[in-house]
Structures are given as C-alpha cells and as structure tokens.
Nanobody, 114 residues
Framework: QVQLVESGGGLVQPGGSLRLSCAAS????????MGWYRQAPGKDRELVAI??????KSADSVKGRFTISRDNAKNAVDLQLHALKPEDTAVYYC?????????WGKGTLVTVSS
C-alpha cells in the first residue's frame, strides 16, 4: 500500500522560508509524477508545482518564489518556499501518480502570519 508522508509545515512570518518534504513508501516502483497541491480555507484545492517525467509545471502565483525538486531513487519530492505571503497560507498536500493511480498525503499546514 502506497503512502505519502509529508513534513516541514509550520508558522512563518511574511517574507520567510520553509521547506516541505514528501516521501512515498510501500512501493518499489518510481512514480511517474510527484508534486504539491494546496487548499486554503474556503477555496478549492489547487496545483502548486509538479514534476512529470522531466517536465516541471508550477502555478503562476508561486513562480520565482517556490522551487520543486525530486529524488527519483527515493520516490521523494521537496518544495522550497521563499518570500512567503499571507495568501500562501494553506494545507499543502503531496501528490503522486503512477499507472493511472493517484496518491495523496494527509497534508501539512503552512501558516504565513506576523
């Protein structure tokens, strides 16, 4: 059974930085895609950034501030968050996909507030 485990959320002041990490367990196969989504209070879940094969896609709202990276050998994905804004406050979910199956982590809360 594939599980995604996230870590690294927390409270940070505007302009600060955080690093989110996610690792997949329960499989020996490499995921086709790994990335991050987020859901702010009262809003729909939205894509933050994702790596599929060798292609990276990220939301316009985070370009230049967030950086996604993968370790295929470890089935892991990190998200570096810089220049954080209050509107980045959300629960961040790790996402993975392989062979038409998708997997989600339980989410980690990022709160940007002074």
């Amino acid at each position: 059974q594939v599980q995604l485990v996230e870590s690294g959320g927390g409270l940070v002041q505007p302009g600060g930085s955080l690093r989110l990490s996610c690792a997949a367990s329960g499989t020996i196969f490499s995921m086709n895609a790994m990335g991050w989504y987020r859901q702010a209070p009262g809003k729909d879940r939205e894509l933050v950034a994702i790596i599929t094969g060798g292609t990276t896609k990220s939301a316009d709202s985070v370009k230049g501030r967030f950086t996604i990276s993968r370790d295929n050998a470890k089935n892991a994905v990190d998200l570096q968050l810089h220049a954080l804004k209050p509107e980045d406050t959300a629960v961040y979910y790790c996402y993975a996909a392989r062979s038409s199956r998708t997997y989600w982590g339980k989410g980690t809360l990022v709160t940007v507030s002074s």
